[in-house]
C-alpha cells in the first residue's frame, strides 16, 4: 500500500509515488501526476487548517517595521492601520488577517488583540481599556490599532509554497505522510470510493490529532488561550494563579 516512515521527509516526486502505490494505480492511468499535485496542494492547505498554529513553525514569519495608515472608518479612536497582504509583508498569510499571530510596536511591547464586539463596547463606553496599552482588531482584512501611531512588527503564518514537480512542501516532515492521507482520501472521493476515502482520512487525522495533542515544543499548555482578569492580568489555564 505505498508504506512510508513516519515522519520521513518525502519531496514531490516521493509523494506522487506513494500515492501512485496506495491508489493501485503506480503507472498513472487513472490518475496523472497533474490531478494529484492538485489534490496534494488542497490536501495541504486543509492540513495547515486543522493543525494547531502554534505546530506551522516552518511557516512562521516576520516583517518588521510596517508603517501604518489612517482612516476614520471604523472609530476615531482606532484610526492606524494597515493591510496584512503580500504587498505590505512580503508574503501572503494563510487566511489573510486570520493567519496574523501578533503584532509588537517596534523595539517595544506586543499588542493584545481584542474582538470587534469589543471595540464596538470600547466606543460606546462600555469597555474601557489603558489610555497606554496598545490594542488591535481585525476589520475588512485590516489591521485596526489603538492607542499607537507607531510602526509595528507583524509575526505571521504564511501561505505555503505551491507543490510541483519542482517544489516540495515547506511543512516538517512529521506532516508529511498526513499530508499524502489526506490527498488520498480526496483522491479516491473522486473515485466514488467510500470506504477507502474514510480510510485514508482516519489515518491522516490519527496523526494530525497526535500532533495537535502534543505539541512540538512539549510546553505544558501551549496553544491553550490565557485569561485576563478585569485589570488585565494573564491567568495560566495549567496553573492558575492561587492565594498561598
Same mark, same amino acid.
Given at each position: 500500500?505505498?508504506?512510508?516512515?513516519?515522519?520521513?521527509?518525502?519531496?514531490?516526486?516521493?509523494?506522487?509515488?506513494?500515492?501512485?502505490?496506495?491508489?493501485?494505480?503506480?503507472?498513472?492511468?487513472?490518475?496523472?501526476?497533474?490531478?494529484?499535485?492538485?489534490?496534494?496542494?488542497?490536501?495541504?492547505?486543509?492540513?495547515?487548517?486543522?493543525?494547531?498554529?502554534?505546530?506551522?513553525?516552518?511557516?512562521?514569519?516576520?516583517?518588521?517595521?510596517?508603517?501604518?495608515?489612517?482612516?476614520?472608518?471604523?472609530?476615531?479612536?482606532?484610526?492606524?492601520?494597515?493591510?496584512? $497582504? =503580500?504587498?505590505?509583508?512580503?508574503?501572503?498569510?494563510?487566511?489573510? &488577517?486570520? #493567519?496574523? %499571530? @501578533?503584532?509588537?510596536?517596534? *523595539?517595544?511591547?506586543?499588542?493584545?488583540?481584542?474582538?470587534?464586539?469589543?471595540?464596538?463596547?470600547?466606543?460606546?463606553?462600555?469597555?474601557?481599556?489603558?489610555?497606554?496599552?496598545?490594542?488591535?482588531?481585525?476589520?475588512?482584512?485590516?489591521?485596526?490599532?489603538?492607542?499607537?501611531?507607531?510602526?509595528?512588527?507583524?509575526?505571521?503564518?504564511?501561505?505555503?509554497?505551491?507543490?510541483?514537480?519542482?517544489?516540495?512542501?515547506?511543512?516538517?516532515?512529521?506532516?508529511?505522510?498526513?499530508?499524502?492521507?489526506?490527498?488520498?482520501?480526496?483522491?479516491?472521493?473522486?473515485? $466514488? =470510493?467510500?470506504?477507502?476515502?474514510?480510510?485514508?482520512?482516519?489515518? &491522516?487525522? #490519527?496523526? %494530525? @490529532?497526535?500532533?495537535?495533542? *502534543?505539541?512540538?515544543?512539549?510546553?505544558?499548555?501551549?496553544?491553550?488561550?490565557?485569561?485576563?482578569?478585569?485589570?488585565?492580568?494573564?491567568?495560566?489555564?495549567?496553573?492558575?494563579?492561587?492565594?498561598?
Amino acid at each position: 500500500m505505498g508504506a512510508v516512515n513516519p515522519g520521513e521527509t518525502m519531496t514531490t516526486a516521493t509523494m506522487l509515488t506513494v500515492l501512485g502505490d496506495r491508489l493501485e494505480d503506480t503507472s498513472g492511468d487513472l490518475f496523472s501526476d497533474t490531478l494529484k499535485l492538485r489534490y496534494l496542494n488542497i490536501a495541504q492547505d486543509k492540513l495547515i487548517q486543522l493543525l494547531n498554529p502554534h505546530l506551522l513553525s516552518d511557516l512562521q514569519t516576520l516583517k518588521v517595521n510596517i508603517s501604518l495608515s489612517t482612516d476614520t472608518q471604523v472609530d476615531t479612536h482606532f484610526k492606524s492601520y494597515f493591510v496584512p $497582504n =503580500n504587498s505590505t509583508l512580503d508574503s501572503t498569510p494563510f487566511g489573510g &488577517a486570520l #493567519g496574523v %499571530i @501578533g503584532i509588537r510596536v517596534v *523595539n517595544n511591547q506586543f499588542i493584545r488583540k481584542i474582538s470587534f464586539d469589543m471595540a464596538k463596547d470600547f466606543t460606546t463606553g462600555y469597555v474601557g481599556f489603558s489610555s497606554t496599552e496598545p490594542v488591535y482588531f481585525v476589520f475588512k482584512n485590516r489591521i485596526y490599532i489603538y492607542n499607537t501611531t507607531a510602526n509595528v512588527d507583524c509575526y505571521f503564518i504564511k501561505e505555503p509554497t505551491t507543490l510541483a514537480s519542482d517544489a516540495n512542501s515547506d511543512l516538517n516532515a512529521i506532516f508529511h505522510d498526513a499530508l499524502v492521507e489526506l490527498a488520498e482520501a480526496e483522491l479516491w472521493r473522486l473515485s $466514488n =470510493n467510500q470506504a477507502r476515502k474514510q480510510d485514508a482520512e482516519q489515518r &491522516a487525522y #490519527g496523526i %494530525i @490529532g497526535k500532533y495537535n495533542q *502534543n505539541p512540538a515544543t512539549q510546553v505544558v499548555g501551549e496553544g491553550l488561550p490565557f485569561d485576563y482578569s478585569s485589570t488585565n492580568s494573564l491567568v495560566d489555564p495549567i496553573y492558575p494563579n492561587t492565594s498561598i
